[in-house]
């Protein structure tokens, strides 16, 4: 039985859509396009008829700016000065009463920028291409398509008006499987949605699919209501959890003065579906105000941007409570967004209370961002006092429920007793099934361990109430060993970054400072930051679970512990003579500035450790962040907030978040996860143990040598079916070894395939890749290009030209002996990587031809980049001469690409050469010298590593 045609697919959606009432129309290039733009535009806008003059003004309009510009041009109006002088108001998209816009599709739209292509399925609105659906055969990997429109976006989306660059939401299928995903280039294929129903049911076959999202009104409502513009330059969609949720805050808001709250777990972006439903329900006409309420120490550098992207001015960085006030007088400022403190301070201080009287008995809608945080406390009931229509709406990630209660002013308080009903639910298992969060490693290191191995560590783990021994300095020494040994392992250093968590601030110096001594004559040292407060803090016994509260603020009249801020001061030096930054304690302002560098350096993978107590643990978000050490009890709410820092999805890479416990918090971890998902959600939520990966692993290494009995066998494969169950097969073993060489325990002699053969089949793997991404055979179509080679796994960023140089230059320090090794060591990590693949051979002349040839005193990057340089120029003058390029031209197009990461364009190529090809022949040469000057840069130019 043959798998079904992506023809078949595509015209089976466009008869379902057809019956959706979309007008099918035979529009397939650009001129068309317009045309049909033009009529859609003159219906949309009442009948109005414009002239081909106002129509082009109205083109020079829309043909301007980004993706992000473009989405705001969208939904705005153009004033268009019309021929007779009188003027009109253009809308090109309903927002409001979004059912009201015309609905059209099409399909094998051609367009030609760099390249030409032509797209599947386009779902027009007004005549403007918003949704854009690429479908693939039924067996297919569904990443190629997501490729597929990635390459569009690079290549030609941009073409003639841009009128692409208008797309809201892509849809990707391959019948079974089906996904969307908002218009921005640079993200990954983690950032790509299924759809669900309210149950969070999964919705992935594509007629299933298109019966729901894909009906106009729904569509035309996620553009209109559900995709978000940040301030950063991105456009988001939100997924379907958070579309139900926010839907049922507006219902509730229209239907009812009962308060809700949303459960949505830790890393499921509620801070932008709670934002979202700000928006909103702030523009129904019986609200008075919406606030957003969010606690200080959350608003680092990047929220506070998010948050000013909705309400300009609405976030500032210091205690403003006049501010507020301010806002609440203003009746043109409906949504505001404000931290619990200064809330708390407006409806307690008598100088504020006489300017907000009138607010007291109108409607105000409160939504509480990480409500199980801030609404424990006198501040819920202040806020209930004065104002007494008030809606509140909370969001949390691990509500409070009655084993997990704390207790205030001798009552034990729920979410639902301040909250009420919990209007959806969205909850751990949930987003690791949908694949939005990642699982956890939690690994247990300590004397308990019943197994001998690199856990088995001489460390008291259970002795909790022997204070002195678990701050004890050889302890905390033996624990610093064991992360100084482990950690590039689990965090594939410098892929990702770790946060270490400890019980106080006397243990966080201890380590510190332990960290410090015994990495001193490192030539490569882990960079190791820290950050507490300073203010004296004792933990409150009835918080069961709850973490401390640890802000960078420090509170007016606290009681200062002196010795903690002499040490934090010493900490804050050595991170500004590592930074050349300037930070201290001596002023609020100077210490919030090192609470956001630190967030900033972290998020951008330029500190390796960071050492805190409490602060960082809850709501912080920094995807590069894969591991957490824990050294401090940790139980349901705040056990389950710790270990999700690390589980945000980023790339192929990043497979699991790990957790390293030097405590024995197993029998807590069950509980949480108990508690917050579901009694069975344990083998869902962790990663199973390192030995089922050992067994799976070796599994899928007889499956492999079943395929491939040698290596030389690979190249004999008798077809493309055999070489892609090679792949597929290879690609499993890349996966689970990814997984693997996270564990602390992993040995090479635990594998059944031994790491020289992993890496020679590797080679194997690539120069399959290769001949793929080499094919000229245009015409016919490999199954092989249906396969995703994720080569993220085997790319690491550190292994360069200039990597492969420092090896070099000790080879020669070595005996002969060490040499031959060494050089057959080198050789292979050209063949096994990526970005070197391509170099190997000039590399590999080098080491054989010229190394020899260098005495001991002679410098071999200077030489090596001589041999570069010259064969550069080589490469440089043949390229021109077999393709008639003109030099001045090339040069141009590698300086673009150098200074705007850009391959040329087909214009850009036909501009260099010194003739001018036949019409007939110009597709076949534009394709052979574009390939050839990509082969140019790949070689010369990617992965030089500043050499």
Known sequence: MTTQSEYLLEERLLKQLEGFEYERIAVDNEPAMLANLKRQLEKHNGGVSFTAEEFERILSHLNTGTVVERAKILRDKFVLKRDGGETLYVSFLNCDEWCMNEFQVTHQVSAEGKRKNRYDVTILINGLPLVQIELKRRGAELKLAFHQINRYQHESYDAGHGLFQYVQIFVISNGVNTKYFSNNKHQAFQQTFYWTDAENKRISDLSEFA???????????????????????????????????????VDRVKNSDEDAYVWHTTGSGKTLTSFKASQIIQRLPKVSKVLFVVDRKDLDYQTAREFNGFSKGSVDSTANTRHLVEQLNDDS??????????????????????????????????IFDECHRSQFGETHQNIRKFFTKAQMFGFTGTPIFADNANVTAGLTRTTADLFGKCLHKYVIVDAIRDENVLRFSVEYVGKYQKKEGANALDIEVEDIDRKELLESPQRIGKIVDYVLAHHAQKTKRPDFTAMFCVGSVEVLCKYYEAFKEKQKDVANPLRVATIFSYAANEENPLANGLLPEESPDVPTGAKIDENSRDKLDAYIADYNAAFGTQYSTNDAQSFYGYYQDIAKRVREGKIDILLVVNMFLTGFDSPRL?????????????????????????????????VVCFRNLKKATDEAIALFSNKDAKETVLLEPYEDYVAKFNKASIELLTIAPTIGSVDDLPDEDAQFAFVTKFRELMRLKNVLTTFAEFKDADLTLEPQKFEDYKSKYLDLHDAVKKSKDLEKTSILEDVDFELSLIHRDEINVAYILNLLVLLKKLSPEEATKRKKEILEVLAGDVKLRSKRELIQAFIEENLPKLKPEEDVIGAFEGFWDGKQKEAFGKLCQEENIDPDGLQKILGTYAFANRLPREQEIVGTLTYKPKILERKSILQRVAEKIRAFIDTFIEGMGGV
Not at 337 to 361: C, F, M, P, S, W
């Open 211 to 249: 019966g729901t999202f894909l009906k106009p009104c729904h569509v035309a409502k996620m553009i209109t209501h559900y995709v978000v513009i940040t301030e950063i330059g991105v456009l988001k969609v939100l997924r379907p959890y958070q579309f139900y949720a926010v839907e049922g805050l």
């Open 333 to 366: 400022c409906k949504l505001i967004v404000t931290t619990i403190q200064k809330l708390n301070n407006a409806v307690l201080k008598e100088r504020y209370l006489g300017k907000i009287g009138h607010l007291k008995d109108t409607k105000v809608v409160f």
């Open 626 to 658: 894969n591991t957490l050490y824990v050294d401090k009890n940790l139980r349901f709410h705040g056990l389950i907030q710790a270990f999700s820092r690390t589980n945000r999805i980023l790339n192929d890479r990043k497979s699991q978040g790990n």
